[in-house]
């Protein structure tokens, strides 16, 4: 999984403009991102719970159409939060204003803006995002760079192997239609080792790792044992 040479930059095109198509849709609940609507009240209890947000300088990588960003800073915590797709992040600007909440959008890469702001954050997010860019390490680097010493990391992402192929894709994409078809690409999925391992090599100190189960029949979701197909992988910048 390494950048591609002849791409410098760690985006994928074809990633932009999958979650640009889906921008008009990004706050209808009832619609193709339901799924991820009905997660974030979980993910964001346990952001709060482990680094409780409000008061905090929080950076959200990857924030598409702004569904976790606006609850963190509902929350109390100072956002940033950064994409490199234009149609969901003007979307993300348009629900702030309609909402009264302020944030602080930007169209950057996560690796452009740990040069100019290194250790700015206290919390920094990047969920759902790493099975969608070219050097998912890069990324996991930038992210490390971003937050102090001391700070709270989460990544969110899916596993690699034949349980996830069959429930976050066939299932969830193709039987079920929980996601719009092709949204996933089975050889991008990240198994917790190789996160494991990316992290620590950033200075990053593993303090969790979670499951997130998600029911597309009850429609519920929980956090519990099991890293088979989605997870949560908590960490903290290691002091200098």
Known sequence: MRQNQENPVNVDPAEINKFSEQAAHWWDREGALKPLHQINPLRLNFIDEHSPLAGKA????GCGGGILSESMALRGAAVTAIDMAEAPLNVAR???????????YRQITAEALAQQSPGKWDVV????????????????????????????VYFSTINRNP????????????????????????????RPSELAQWAESAAL???????????PIWQSCRLDAG??????????????
């Open 58 to 61: 929080v950076l959200d990588v």
């Open 94 to 104: 348009l629900h702030a204003l309609e909402s009264a909440v302020e944030i602080d």
């Open 125 to 152: 997010t990047c969920m759902e995002l790493l099975e969608h860019v070219p050097d998912p390490s890069s990324m996991v680097r930038a992210c490390s760079d971003m937050v102090r010493p001391g700070g709270a």
């Open 163 to 190: 349980k996830a192929f069959m429930l976050a894709i066939v299932g969830a994409e193709y039987v079920l239609g929980l996601l719009p078809k092709g949204t996933h690409q089975y050889e991008k999925f990240i």
């Open 205 to 215: 100190k593993i303090e969790q790792l979670i499951g997130l189960h998600y029911n």
């Open 227 to 240: 890293l088979d197909v989605n997870y949560i992988m908590r960490t903290t910048k290691i002091m200098s």
